[in-house]
């Protein structure tokens, strides 16, 4: 079974800052799916970014980009130019190949991040 | 539009009953998910389907029930043996293209015993 691992329960930075947010997870697959999901205090969960595992080049989405080591199993999100809006909890989720997928994602606890004024 | 839709927002539940949470999609999306949400725990895997009829227990199934019988519908019943229903609940859904694309979430319910 995989899991993931925020280290990170809440973090708090200015506005415009930039603020990286860390995620590892574990699995001895070699092709899988990354995500980072944000759920503002709406509650409803939005996809941020994606990463497929065989591909070598960081995913980007304007302002939030990953930093994908696989040796390492680390899949941190970088959001640039923060924003009031920004605030939410963020989800790192693993998503594996084998079995086609039928279990779904693996979530990790989650990141609150709150962008100050 | 095409989404998911959960119901109710908020939900009630008096020690002892049974409640079923709706979920309802019109994305032709084959598989769905329910989830639970605690402070602090993220999100956990309590049923999920692929196809119509078929069903999975997720990691925390015990006191709960679901049922497929329609491609676009999947109700989660709490029942009276789950000893800690209070908690937010996510359904999503995916198409063989999850990978591509994603879940799309409905936008929960909220359970409260009482």
């Known amino acids: 079974a995989q899991t993931v691992t925020q280290s990170q329960p809440e973090m708090s930075v200015q506005e415009a800052e930039t603020v990286t947010l860390s995620c590892t997870y574990d699995t001895s697959e070699n092709n899988y799916y990354l995500f980072w999901y944000k759920q503002p205090p709406s509650r409803q969960m939005i996809l941020v970014i994606r990463q497929e595992a065989y591909k070598q080049q960081n995913a980007t989405e304007n302002r939030f980009s990953v930093n994908f080591q696989k040796a390492a199993k680390s899949f941190s999100l970088k959001i640039s130019d923060s924003q009031l809006g920004d605030t939410a909890m963020y989800f790192c989720?693993?998503?594996?190949?084998?079995?086609?997928?039928?279990?779904?994602?693996?979530f990790g606890k989650g990141t609150h991040l709150i962008i100050q004024p | 539009d095409g989404g998911i839709t959960q119901s109710p927002k908020y939900l009630f539940r008096k020690e002892g009953q049974n409640v079923t949470l709706s979920c309802e999609q019109n994305l032709n999306h084959d598989a769905m998910y329910w989830y639970r949400q605690d402070p602090g725990q993220g999100l956990r895997l309590i049923y999920y389907?692929?196809?119509?009829?078929?069903?999975q227990k997720g990691d925390i199934a015990e006191g709960y029930s679901v049922s497929r019988e329609k491609k676009e519908s999947f109700p989660l019943t709490v029942t009276s043996a789950q000893k800690n229903p209070t908690a937010f609940y996510l359904c999503?859904?995916?198409?063989?293209?999850?990978?591509?694309?994603?879940?799309?979430f409905g936008s929960g319910t909220r359970l409260t015993v009482v």
């Open positions: 389907s692929q196809i119509v009829n078929d069903f």
């Open positions: 999503a859904s995916s198409s063989t293209g999850l990978a591509n694309y994603g879940y799309t």
């Open positions: 989720a693993f998503f594996s190949l084998s079995g086609g997928g039928a279990d779904g994602l693996t």
